[in-house]
């Protein structure tokens, strides 16, 4: 007699525990044989009568309502206070702001990172083949709107360097990155991405990337960074590479054109990579030296402005003129091509969500306030739409940024704020300053992202914990390397449902015993001296049974 636990139903009285593994194999041939092994006494009844099935009264169980209905239960249910929370999350942290508690780590906290972003927004983009006066402008208005609608108090938003990519990557394809419709259609993607985050926060459907694997993500952002750092080689070895999101036409372009390499870019942008190196991984080694990790932009900058303007050298280039003042209202143009741009909006959207929700949840736990991921969503898809009125391309949580906020104290969104106010003071009185700085400081700015996103430590943790995820890492990586980053994304994200998949039809089946003196059941892997009664076999499904798992339950 088989007595088999799963399916949410038990055949006879126990208690059941699924934090137990075991990679027992049971055949058809050998269960009795090996049952006599592990009998610790003689052949009894159990604890108590078997018990048939229970019959099923799923008609007496009520249709989930709709989600209509809950929302409307939900809303109904709240005070006027809560729903103002609900809707508008900073008035979580308005009504209880300590002044003097508070204050003045969010203003340092904001500044600092306020000065940091300021570098790295024009940097990124470059990157996104975009002027930097774009990337001023995606750290400006967002800022503000996600510190309204936004649930985490230390996430500092803006443009990034995967993100940048993905725009450059796929508006190459479409229009020649100095035409406007280029920049048209980056702020139109700011719009589209802003939706869809929307669309999946108002339906809860946050809970759609948890199948997507970690390990997926390490190696597409590991294979990233490489390209991201080798797009950014023309500004060092002063001759035009092509643009591309492929490895291979990336390498063939910077050998095919090393006859016209120049020095002084090179010397000029190494350097201050060294010295950006430099000064993170001493801000990271000592904790009197954090300082060093957020200035560590502003001095690339500081410096190769202050050698242009020092020796003016011709062969170096500079940003060039940046338009002064806040941005101007813009309606977003070129909906035509909406059905072009919808698969990257899609996928920057999965980036974006997975790089920020997973931030934010961290800096939550560590700050003890919970976080809702769906509001979240709509936070920052609220950021991204009232930014595309803004002039603004994609945005979403930088992990850079968003440590440095967290190292210098902040407490509350109004570090967000105060971070806005000091990108709005660039904007109007120091755009004139920017006019000298070096291409080779920005492309040292980017590069140095790209180092710190190379993750070989979680391949080499892989490989020593879990093979499976180490061979959806090497995959991720690889493909996106040589095909491209949306291969390498679809062939990520398809192995990763492929594990899913198998492990859900393939589940792990445990033999339980009970436990002397008790009525609990364990795996006998685990437990050796757990009673099994001759011609009764205890078998825990450890997964719900459905038609993708009925047959090779059935088999086993």
């Not at 850079?400 to 106010?421: D, F, P, Q, Y």
Request: hydrophobic residues 45%.
């Amino acid at each position: 007699m088989i007595n088999v636990v799963g399916g949410g139903e038990r055949e006879i009285p126990m208690e059941i525990s699924y934090a137990t593994s075991s990679n027992l194999n049971i055949a058809d041939s050998d269960v009795i044989k090996g049952l006599a092994r592990h009998v610790r006494g003689p052949a009894r009844a159990g604890p108590g009568p078997l018990m048939g099935p229970t019959p099923s009264s799923s008609a007496l169980i009520p249709s989930p309502p709709s989600l209509f209905a809950q929302w409307r239960s939900k809303l109904q249910s709240m005070s006027a206070l809560h729903v103002m929370e609900f809707v508008f999350p900073c008035t979580r942290w308005i009504r209880t702001y300590q002044w003097q508690e508070y204050f003045q780590m969010d203003l340092m906290a904001g500044i600092t990172v306020g000065v940091m972003l300021i570098p790295q927004a024009m940097s990124y983009a470059k990157l996104a083949g975009l002027h930097p006066i774009y990337g001023l402008y995606s750290g400006f208005v967002p800022i503000f709107v996600y510190a309204i609608f936004g649930s985490s108090r230390q996430l500092a938003i803006g443009p990034v360097t995967l993100v940048s990519l993905l725009v450059s990557n796929v508006l190459g394809n479409i229009v020649d990155p100095s035409d406007a419709l280029y920049t048209e259609l980056a702020i139109l993607l700011a719009f589209m991405v802003g939706v869809l985050e929307c669309i999946m926060g108002l339906l809860r459907l946050g809970w759609l990337l948890r199948f997507i694997s970690h390990s997926v993500i390490s190696g597409f952002v590991t294979s990233s960074a490489i390209v991201i750092a080798l797009s950014q080689a023309k500004y060092f070895l002063g001759y035009n590479v092509e643009r591309s999101s492929k490895i291979v036409p990336l390498a063939r372009s910077i050998i095919a054109g090393a006859a016209d390499f120049s020095w002084p870019p090179f010397l000029m942008g190494s350097t201050i990579l060294a010295i950006i190196l430099l000064m993170k991984y001493l801000g990271n080694s000592k904790k009197s030296l954090r300082f060093l990790r957020a200035s560590g932009p502003l001095t690339a900058v500081i410096l190769g402005t202050t050698f242009v303007k020092t020796f003016r050298p011709s062969s170096i280039s500079v940003v060039g003129e940046i338009p002064q003042g806040l941005p101007q209202f813009h309606i977003p143009r070129g909906f035509e091509y909406a059905q072009s741009l919808l698969s990257t909006a899609v996928l920057i959207t999965g980036v974006a969500i997975l790089e920020s929700v997973g931030i934010a949840k961290a800096l939550a736990a560590k700050n003890g306030y919970d976080l809702d991921s769906n509001q979240e969503l709509f936070g920052l898809g609220m950021a991204n739409i009232c930014g595309s009125f803004f002039s603004s391309y994609p945005a979403t949580g930088s992990f850079s940024r968003s440590a440095v906020n967290h190292e210098t104290g902040a407490k509350t969104g109004l570090s967000g704020v105060i971070m806005g106010c000091t990108m709005g003071c660039a904007l109007y009185f120091l755009t004139p300053l920017f006019r000298d700085i070096p291409q080779c400081a920005l492309a040292a700015i980017v590069i140095s992202v790209g180092i710190s996103l190379v993750d070989y430590e979680e391949a080499a943790f892989l490989w020593r914990v879990d093979k499976k995820d180490f061979l959806l890492w090497t995959i991720t990586c690889i493909i996106t390397l040589f095909l491209g980053i949306e291969i390498g994304v679809l062939v990520g994200v398809s192995a990763s449902l492929a594990f899913v998949i198998h492990e859900s039809a393939n589940p792990h089946i445990a033999v339980l015993g009970r436990l002397p003196g008790t009525t609990v059941y364990r795996n006998i892997e685990q437990y050796p001296e757990a009673y099994i009664y001759y011609g009764i076999v205890v078998v825990r499904i450890d997964a719900p049974i459905y038609f993708a798992n009925i047959s090779y339950i059935k088999d086993r």
